[in-house]
């Protein structure tokens, strides 16, 4: 379980529920006053190095922007929620391009503030709508801090119409399992090869126990999709992937392998990734190939086109082979 070494704080969170909750719970963990969770100088001048023992700490305050961005892949809106940022530390994370080495975790304690706009902004459209509510965060690993996914859940389900979606890479799911979603909240794990979780993926769950998390919400009747993502086109990538989708294929229960739907994403990588895991990981693995890659803008990096596609062809054969008529909802 994450514990903090520090807790920088917005002042006005003691008027809120889960700001008091917070602050009793880590009472004993040092704190420091901040006027604004989006600048903090001193983190800000801390050097690349820093990287690790930066994610060790926690930032509280609340959400000012309340934005929602259309989507048209497995929501209708990506939804500014309860956290952005993470303790894990993926070297590929694209947190990092919104937030530089600042991606730690924050969470916001105005959570009534931000449902209530969900349940509205649901109850008043004419369609059903979805909400991604974990673009900027994993809420499955926050909840290990706040228990804000039961809170979500139950008060969720109580509007009338509408669903939730989030993915993770974690498999601390036991608190949502016994709840009533009434088949309103789909949960999405993000998988990867072993290799590369424990190579690149730090500090998030291992892949058993991310299939033996999918399998229980299954069978708690919840919708799951399984995010194939990032690809990471390692020398013996195809070996790998190919590898991943059988090992899915016998460890996935029957209920399981009827419910699932896939997404396929390409890792995408940065000049800022590349600075920052340079001085905070140098002896671990290169992810930048410049064999592989080109550029995309505003130093980003993505697959060249013809790498991309036979990558999208090889695991497109391999998940027919194994999981023939499963939907893919798209490969970006």
Known sequence: MFKPKCIYFEKNIENFELGK?????????????IENHNNIEEMRKKPNSEFINMKTNLIIGTR??????????????????TSSGCSAMCMYCYLVCNYNKCSYMRLFVNREEMLNKIIRTSEKSEKELTF???SNSDLVLENEITGNLPWTINNFVNSKKGKLTFPTKFDMIDD?????HKGRIIVRMSVNPDEIIRKVEFGTSRLENRVKAINKLAEAGYKVGILIAPVVLVENWKQLYSNLIKYLSEQLTEKAKREIFFEIIFMTYSYVHKMINNEAFPNQIQLFDQEKMTGRGRGKYMY????REDGEIFLREQLNRYFKGKTILYVV
């Open 21 to 33: 909750f917070l602050l009793e719970k880590y009472k004993d963990i040092p704190k420091i006053e």
């Open 304 to 307: 060249k086109k013809e790498i």
């Open 132 to 134: 991604e509510i974990g």
């Open 64 to 81: 000012k922007t309340h934005k929602y961005t259309p989507n048209h892949k497995v929501s209708d809106f990506l939804v500014p929620y």
């Open 176 to 180: 949502i399992l016994p709840l009533n």
